[in-house]
C-alpha cells in the first residue's frame, strides 16, 4: 500500500445538512481515506450552529464557520448578533459566514441582506477572523460592500463564478478564491482559465457539499472527499502536479483560517 504523498482541505461544505443524517459517519470516513486533512464545516442559520458545533465534538477533522447566508438574513437581529458574538469564542469555530448578497434567489430583501452582510464584516474586524464570503449575481456590489468599510478585512470568496477581473480586486481586499465543482463542468471553460490565472497562493478548493458535485459525480449528492476531484482539476488547469496544487491549497486554507 503506497503512502498518502498529500493531504486536502475541504475549505466549505454544510456537513450539518440533513442530506448526511443517514451515513455522516461514513461521509467523514470516506474524506479522511481520500487525504482530507479537515472539513470545514459552514453554518448558515442559528439552528445550524449549533449543529455545527456537535458536529466538531464528534469528529475530530470538523472545524466550523458560523454566521448569516444572505438568503436568510431575514433573521438578523441584535440577538441573532450577540449569539453569533458569544459562539465564535467557541475553540472549534474558524471563521464568520456564509455572508454576502444573493441576487439570484432573492431569500431576502436587499436592505435585508446589506444589513446582515454589513454587521458581519463589522464583526469580522472586530474579532479579527476570516470571512467567507457568498456573491451570487452579485460579485461587484460584493466588492464595492468591502472596499467601503472603515477598516480591513479577509477571508475567501467562496465558490467563486466571477470575471479574473473581480478574483484580482477580491484578492487586493485581502480575499482567496475558493473553486468548486463547477471548475469540473463541461461548459466551465471560463473557471479553469480563471483556476490557471490566480497565484497559487491565492487559491483554496472546496465542495459547498451537498450542493455542485464534480463532473464524474454530476446527478449525485457531492460530499467533501470529492474535493479531490476538483483539485485534480484545477491541477490540470495549471498544468502542474496535483501534489503541487494540493500542498499549496491547503497550506492557504491553514494560514486563512489558522488551522
Known amino acids: 500500500m503506497h503512502e498518502r504523498t498529500y493531504s486536502l482541505i475541504d475549505s466549505h461544505c454544510h456537513l450539518n445538512d440533513r442530506a448526511f443524517e443517514e451515513d455522516r459517519d461514513e461521509v467523514v470516513s470516506r474524506a479522511q481515506e481520500q487525504g482530507i ?17 456537535a458536529l466538531a465534538e464528534r469528529y475530530e477533522c470538523v472545524r466550523c464557520v458560523l454566521g448569516i447566508h444572505p ?18 469564542m467557541e475553540l472549534p469555530v474558524v471563521g464568520i459566514g456564509e455572508t ?21 464584516l463589522d464583526i469580522a474586524r472586530l474579532t479579527q477572523m476570516p470571512v467567507v464570503i457568498h456573491s451570487r ?15 480591513p478585512t479577509y477571508g475567501v470568496m467562496h465558490s467563486f463564478a466571477g470575471t479574473v477581473e473581480q478574483a484580482m480586486r477580491a484578492m487586493e481586499l485581502g480575499y482567496y478564491i475558493s473553486l468548486s465543482g463547477p471548475v469540473t463542468y463541461r461548459n466551465g471553460q471560463n473557471l479553469r482559465e480563471l483556476a490557471a490565472s490566480v497565484p497559487l497562493d491565492r487559491l483554496l478548493v472546496e465542495t459547498d457539499s451537498p450542493y455542485l458535485p464534480p463532473q464524474p459525480r454530476r446527478g449525485e449528492r457531492n460530499e467533501p472527499s470529492y474535493v479531490a476531484l476538483t483539485a485534480r482539476a484545477v491541477a490540470d488547469s495549471r498544468g502542474i502536479p496535483f501534489e503541487e496544487l494540493a500542498r499549496a491549497t491547503t497550506e492557504n486554507a491553514k494560514r486563512v483560517f489558522r488551522l
Open 37 to 53: 486533512e479537515y472539513i470545514l464545516d459552514v453554518a448558515t442559520t442559528p439552528e445550524d450552529w449549533e449543529r455545527s458545533l
Open 71 to 88: 438568503n436568510s438574513a431575514s433573521l438578523w437581529s441584535s440577538e441573532v448578533r450577540d449569539g453569533l458574538l458569544q459562539r465564535l
Open 100 to 120: 454576502g448578497y444573493d441576487f439570484y434567489r432573492m431569500g431576502a430583501t436587499r436592505e435585508e441582506q446589506f444589513a446582515a452582510f454589513d454587521v458581519q
Open 137 to 151: 449575481n452579485s460579485y461587484d456590489e460584493v466588492l464595492d460592500l468591502i472596499a467601503s468599510q472603515p477598516g
